[in-house]
């Protein structure tokens, strides 16, 4: 039985358990994780299960990727244990919405017409057995955009884009951003948590300028794309902000392998502004392998994401 | 002598043409034309051009596509008349801004400075001999978006997309959209003007689902491309309307011929919201044919963008 199950183990029989997929724009919310009297997406998220589930309290959602305050999420991932009575309900809800897969419709129409438009649930299903949306997750895909020149500002994107005011070399920045791949000590590139691991291993590290936008030559602007089996808190905005040291050669790129060898905080790697920063895609082993995955997980890593 | 020129004919000498590019958000504009009391994109330009380079009275500005209310521009392209005076004030700001453009990059950064982060000036340069903003343009090019499913709706990009309720057919919105091609009398599509001609060329009208952010399969947006040498008001939005028509299946792909023929105001072509539309590019012929494409446009064309 997993923690969240646990939580409401009063109700009689099995919970079901719901895989979510969802996106938000972080610019209002403090964060993903509930905080008492502030906004934010797991806050938001309970809140609305309970309005549309009538549950007596908030059932509480396991998130694949906790983001921090003003950082945005396309495809954030995760799951929630609802207890018998209140899916029996949500069945229920008219006739013609007998089969589970109508059930499902019916709830994700119903709390999108209850969240605000910054947070969409893209879509609902039944989880896959052994699935735990945080546990199970073999891998967490973020991108980290900037415009480094008047020409590439693009108003319309300015609330997911940082605007740096200095020109970056784009090759300089890619060259480096290779040396984070593979298992590293990320501890000078990660706040802290007392007994927790700061060991990671990168997937991927890539740096690209990218068009937008029409046939305007304006130079595009940068998108630095990671990836990761899990990140330490506020790992990837200080990857982008080392990355940017390098892009202004303030650095050399050799300078990451120093970064990854000390132990110390690093602070010539800037926590770069969150607003600049997406989760983009969490991935997850085949079926056969979720539980047992979900298990290794759960022996070895910390309170981490 | 051009229109906007003649405006300041008082000062004396040449005045200089500057071409600008630029971008904006019109979530929170009046649209691009100044309106006494409203914030609008031209007001916020021209008051910022007066107070950089210390103007008595703001220039006027000629632009290439006024946009309405709450529509954005990713490259949007204007021009200015500025009096030699203020010039050799641009010109001798600091030491080593001698050049015209060293001038003109002090210029941007300066207006830029002063202008609101959702308008941005992408670059200014002098105008090419024979240039006008709006009159030698031989095509503007929109975009209108629409997400059309739970799983397509993007909170970080919802100021730009609209989001439409039911699930449009593509294909047949592409073949209809296809009916729109060449030259065609769009009074039914146009909020109509006394006296002034309706009839516009379709250069490009094409309709598709794109992928958006990450390997997810979310369905995609759609994206309405339209290029045509000219719009006359509410038409690219019209048209959108049109096409969704199409979509749904309330009309059949072969009545956009019927809107066409008909020279009364269609009512079920929706004017779609403006938030959906954006213009992505501005047209003009090689620098030799500017002047006489001006010349030819202002002889036949009214007062439309």
Request: glycine share 10%; hydrophobic share 40%.
């Amino acid at each position: 039985m997993t923690d969240a199950a646990s939580d409401s183990a009063s109700d009689a029989g099995p919970h079901l358990r719901l895989q979510l997929h969802l996106a938000y724009d972080g610019t209002e919310f403090h964060g993903w994780a509930a905080q008492p009297g502030l906004r934010t997406v797991q806050g938001e998220i309970e809140a609305a299960l309970a309005r549309v589930l009538r549950l007596d309290r908030p059932p509480r959602i396991t998130v694949a990727g906790r983001t921090d305050a003003g950082v945005h999420a396309r495809a954030q991932v995760a799951h929630v244990d609802i207890p018998p009575a209140a899916w029996g309900h949500a069945l229920g809800w008219r006739r013609g919405a007998s089969r589970p897969d109508e059930a499902i419709g019916l709830l994700t129409r119903r709390l999108n017409g209850v969240l605000g438009p910054d947070v969409r649930l893209k879509s609902i299903g039944l989880a896959p057995e052994g699935f735990d949306a945080r546990f199970s997750a073999i891998a967490r895909r973020y991108c980290y955009r900037i415009s480094d020149t008047p020409a590439s500002r693009d108003p319309v994107e300015r609330g997911h884009v940082l605007w740096h005011i200095r020109p970056l070399d784009v090759s300089k920045m890619h060259d480096a951003a290779a040396r984070f791949l593979g298992e590293h000590d990320f501890a000078a590139l990660c706040r802290p948590r007392p007994g927790a691991s700061t060991v990671r291993r990168v997937l991927e590290a890539s740096v690209h300028r990218v068009g937008c936008g029409g046939p305007e030559a304006d130079g595009g602007r940068i998108e630095i794309w990671v990836e990761a089996d899990a990140f330490c808190h506020s790992m990837v905005r200080s990857m982008a902000g080392a990355l940017v040291a390098v892009g202004e050669g303030r650095r050399p790129v050799e300078w990451i392998d120093s970064v990854l060898a000390s132990s110390e905080r690093e602070s010539a790697a800037n926590v770069l502004a969150p607003h600049g920063l997406t989760l983009e895609a969490v991935k997850y082993p085949p079926p056969a392998a979720l539980a047992a995955t979900a298990q290794a997980h759960r022996a070895v890593r910390g309170p981490l994401h």
